[in-house]
């Protein structure tokens, strides 16, 4: 898609981070927004700054995990802009807790957001998408997803699928013009993991978690415009950040050394904190 203005864009997760800097980029750019989130207030603060730069901004208060909220919400959205071109299915959340930590409880948020948020997303908006003249798909993934990160059973596993489900959509959507993008995105600067600390099985772990992606971050104003060059130039696929190239890499080249790698940097770990 080359032109945004006067396109209609949905926006999961558009409350802060990736999803408020999108919104804003799209704004400049002419295009109409359907801005939706859990937080009315943060999403509330996104619409404020979208509409003085003078386009339209609904807003939606939908948990993207709830079927019937989401069937809801796709409604509103029709019902107030009466065509949707670009989805970015962005909600997402993470958790950083062992496996063994995991409840299932934990799992089912996870599955909820991550993976179920998309599903609804593409479902529920897809007879908006194929009737649209121009439309395009944007599905958050992960650096996770190329790789199973420890600590990140859940958040990786969804990641992955959405990946999968990306590729599923872009074969079986081309021959109604729908395209497709599947994002990678490495550590980016937002509030993302800082929000998941206190429901840490680890503090201390998750704080110098933290403290590494902090410094590597990649500023979210670069991670949203290179979305937005994705879009135009209908990649499939965009590997944000160094450190997404750089595991996208090593993953293909060497998938067995890298893991035992993993494996030797996380038992190390564990022997210091047993002779500690
Ligand atoms: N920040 C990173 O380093 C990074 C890296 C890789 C992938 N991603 C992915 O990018 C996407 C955006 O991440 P971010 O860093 O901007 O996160 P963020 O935490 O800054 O923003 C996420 C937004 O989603 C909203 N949200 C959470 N649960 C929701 C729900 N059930 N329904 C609707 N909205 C909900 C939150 O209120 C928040 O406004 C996510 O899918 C994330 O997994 C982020």
Redesign the pocket.
């Known amino acids: 898609m080359k032109e945004f203005n006067q396109k209609v864009a949905v926006i ?8 408020r800097e999108l919104s804003l980029q799209l704004a400049r750019q002419g295009c109409d927004l359907a801005l ?4 009315e207030e ?1 999403v509330t603060e996104t619409q404020r700054q979208a509409q003085q730069l003078g386009v339209k901004a609904s807003i939606h208060l ?4 709830d079927a019937e909220a989401y069937q809801a919400f796709v409604a509103e959205v029709i019902d107030s802009h009466g065509k949707v071109n670009l989805l970015f299915n ?5 958790l950083q807790r062992s496996f063994e930590n995991h409840s299932i409880e934990d799992w089912d948020l996870v599955l ?3 993976l179920w ?1 998309v599903i609804h997303g593409c479902k529920f908006f897809l007879p908006h998408l194929k009737a649209a003249d121009e439309a395009h798909i944007v599905n ?5 997803g190329f790789l199973g990160l420890p600590n990140q059973a859940s958040y990786s596993s969804t ?1 992955a699928a959405v990946r999968m489900l990306s590729e599923t959509l872009a074969t079986e959507l081309a021959r109604f013009n729908i395209g497709v993008t599947s994002v990678h ?4 600067a ?4 800082r ?1 998941t600390l206190d429901r840490a099985d680890d503090q201390a772990k998750a704080k110098k978690t933290l403290e590494t ?1 902090e410094k590597m ?1 990649m500023p ?1 104003e670069k991670a949203a415009s290179t979305i937005l060059t994705a879009v135009n130039n209908k990649s499939f696929r965009v590997r944000i950040g160094k450190d997404s190239v750089l595991l996208d890499l090593l993953k293909r080249w060497m998938p067995v050394m890298l893991h035992k790698l993993i494996i030797h940097k996380m038992s190390g770990a564990k022997r210091a904190v047993a002779q500690s």
Do not use: F, H
Not at 36 to 39: E, N, Q, R, V
Not at 62 to 65: I, S, T
């Open positions: 999961t997760g558009a409350g802060g981070g990736i999803g939706a989130d859990i937080s943060n939908v948990d993207v995990g962005n909600a997402g959340i993470t909820r957001v991550n948020g958050l993934s992960s650096m996770a990641k995105p490495g550590a980016i937002t509030n993302m993991i929000n992606v971050a979210v």
